[in-house]
């Protein structure tokens, strides 16, 4: 959405605690964290705010990863680069 404002977190924990403080509609989330396995920050910030759309993005997940992400509850799953 154009005008609309973008953060950046570069770990897991970041990602989480801004959850906290912000009104996000959509999280693109990267599987590989350097802290947090993206399938455990998912399932932590839709048990806290389940009205967020996040979309999954990797470089290095398979089907299986896939099929976890969205039984977690991800609207999406995306393999790097993304173009």
Same mark, same amino acid.
Not at 11 to 19: I, M, V
Not at 38 to 43: A, P, S, Y
Not at 59 to 64: F, P, R
């Given at each position: 959405?154009? %005008?609309?404002?973008?953060? @950046?977190? /570069?770990? %897991?924990?970041?990602?989480?605690?801004?959850? !906290?403080?912000?009104?996000?509609?959509? *999280?693109?989330?990267?599987?590989?964290?350097?802290? +947090?396995? %993206?399938?455990?920050?998912?399932?932590?910030?839709?048990?806290?705010?389940?009205?967020? #759309? @996040? @979309?999954?993005?990797?470089?290095? %997940?398979?089907? !299986?990863?896939? #099929?976890?992400?969205?039984? +977690?509850? #991800? @609207?999406? /799953?995306?393999?790097?680069?993304? *173009?």
């Amino acid at each position: 959405m154009r %005008g609309k404002p973008c953060d @950046v977190a /570069f770990d %897991g924990k970041t990602a989480l605690d801004s959850l !906290e403080t912000s009104a996000y509609r959509v *999280m693109l989330l990267d599987l590989r964290l350097p802290d +947090i396995h %993206g399938t455990e920050v998912l399932r932590r910030a839709l048990a806290t705010r389940p009205d967020l #759309a @996040v @979309v999954m993005i990797t470089a290095h %997940g398979n089907s !299986e990863d896939e #099929a976890e992400c969205r039984e +977690i509850g #991800a @609207v999406g /799953f995306m393999r790097k680069p993304v *173009m």
